[in-house]
């Protein structure tokens, strides 16, 4: 029989790799992450075929993630938005929350690893409503995937 888990205990974590790597819980102001991943196709349809055929290429995954905004979460994510070292950044998202057997996405960061590269940090200031942020994370590698 299934285990469903509620969202609401979800948490997402970034920062940058050292020793050891600090990575910073922003889950108290993030209320949507979405996690989609696609696979590049190479076509190889020839003459006279009847229908299209691929082989498979590379995958393409990114995080999107937004929240409310708050002083500390914005400086974590300006200077990793704005960082232009190449370094990638650090990512743990845990979709069904914390414990044990429960899914984990990790990208590592660092020099030469897997990791992130935030490609777009927006904030929006309605009149009407609270401030809010939006980011994009595209990733650099394999993201690894385990049940800790």
């Given at each position: 029989?299934?285990?469903?888990?509620?969202?609401?205990?979800?948490?997402?974590?970034?920062?940058?790799t050292?020793?050891?790597?600090?990575?910073?819980?922003?889950?108290?102001?993030?209320?949507?992450?979405?996690?989609?991943?696609q696979?590049?196709?190479?076509?190889?349809?020839t003459?006279?075929?009847?229908?299209?055929?691929?082989?498979?290429?590379?995958?393409?995954?990114?995080?999107?993630?937004s929240?409310?905004?708050?002083?500390?979460?914005?400086?974590?994510?300006?200077?990793?938005?704005?960082?232009?070292?190449?370094?990638?950044?650090?990512i743990?998202?845990?979709?069904?929350?914390?414990?044990?057997?429960?899914?984990?996405?990790?990208?590592?960061?660092?020099?030469?690893?897997?990791?992130?590269?935030?490609?777009?940090?927006?904030?929006?200031?309605?009149?009407?409503?609270?401030?809010?942020?939006?980011?994009?994370?595209?990733?650099?590698?394999?993201?690894?995937?385990?049940?800790?």
């Amino acid at each position: 029989m299934p285990t469903f888990r509620h969202g609401k205990n979800a948490t997402f974590k970034l920062g940058t790799t050292g020793t050891p790597t600090v990575l910073a819980d922003i889950s108290t102001t993030v209320d949507s992450v979405s996690f989609p991943r696609q696979m590049d196709l190479a076509e190889t349809t020839t003459f006279g075929a009847g229908a299209r055929t691929y082989i498979p290429g590379f995958p393409n995954q990114t995080f999107s993630i937004s929240g409310k905004f708050d002083a500390t979460t914005d400086a974590q994510l300006s200077n990793l938005a704005g960082d232009t070292s190449g370094i990638p950044v650090c990512i743990q998202y845990r979709p069904e929350g914390t414990g044990a057997s429960r899914v984990q996405y990790d990208a590592v960061g660092g020099s030469g690893q897997p990791g992130v590269y935030i490609t777009n940090y927006s904030i929006s200031s309605p009149v009407n409503d609270v401030v809010t942020f939006t980011a994009e994370c595209t990733t650099s590698g394999v993201i690894t995937r385990s049940t800790p």
